[in-house]
């Protein structure tokens, strides 16, 4: 079946850079994205989301971007801070159906 | 207040043995979920149920039952547990409406021995 995936399983960057976390989908339909950030023995928390309206969506230090051309989202994450270090995960979704995770990216900071 | 609490947090138990997993949600959503996380991070759904139907039952073995005795409980019971059972078990909650965001709960550590 159809899936969502990342192209890199593990990202070390150094504190205050910024980071960008990839992600291509395959579902041409989708039309809601989301990004979740999975910390040590907890569950995924929302980051951000974009619907398929936009390219570009910003939070407080993260921006998502949507290329639906080629089927790519990515997460940039500003000033990375330690606290940032988790597994994040790209989800896709359209119309009703549930949405489809991705197969995760750990996010390493180093002080 | 935990919007979406799963109880217990870790759950170690023989095979063959028959266990339950509890979750509740107090954000008023209307549907509830059952992910399986494996040892790769990778997050499957195995179940969903709106306003306490069942809508959604990937292929999971029918040793796995979800009950839900209100749209604000969603429980899985597993029935002979198997040693590839072990992983971690996130319940989570959403509007019906489609195009939504789920809320997840903290997770339960399943192991198997």
């Known amino acids: 079946g159809e899936s969502v995936g990342l192209h890199l399983p593990t990202l070390s960057v150094q504190e205050g850079d910024n980071s960008i976390i990839n992600c291509a989908y395959s579902n041409s339909a989708s039309d809601y994205f989301i990004w979740y950030k999975q910390e040590s023995g907890k569950g995924p928390q929302f980051i951000i989301d974009i619907r398929s309206n936009m390219d570009k969506r910003q939070g407080q230090r993260v921006t998502v971007l949507l290329n639906k051309t080629v089927k790519h989202l990515s997460l940039q994450i500003a000033a990375t801070q330690p606290g940032d270090s988790a597994v994040y995960f790209c989800a896709d979704t359209s119309g009703y159906s549930t949405l489809t995770f991705g197969k995760g990216t750990m996010l390493l900071v180093s002080p | 207040d935990t919007a979406v609490s799963q109880t217990p947090k870790y759950l170690v138990t023989q095979m063959g043995n028959d266990k339950s997993i509890k979750c509740e949600q107090n954000l008023g959503h209307d549907t509830m979920y059952w992910y399986k996380q494996d040892s790769k991070k990778f997050l499957k759904i195995m179940f969903s149920y709106n306003n306490k139907e069942l809508i959604i039952n990937e292929t999971v073995p029918n040793r796995f039952s979800p009950k839900s005795p209100d749209k604000a409980h969603l429980n899985l019971h597993i029935n002979s547990l198997e040693l590839g059972d072990s992983a971690v078990y996130f319940c989570?909650?959403?509007?019906?409406?489609?195009?939504?965001?789920?809320?997840f709960g903290s997770g339960t550590q399943l192991s198997v021995l």
């Open positions: 989570a909650s959403s509007h019906p409406s489609g195009n939504e965001k789920l809320f």
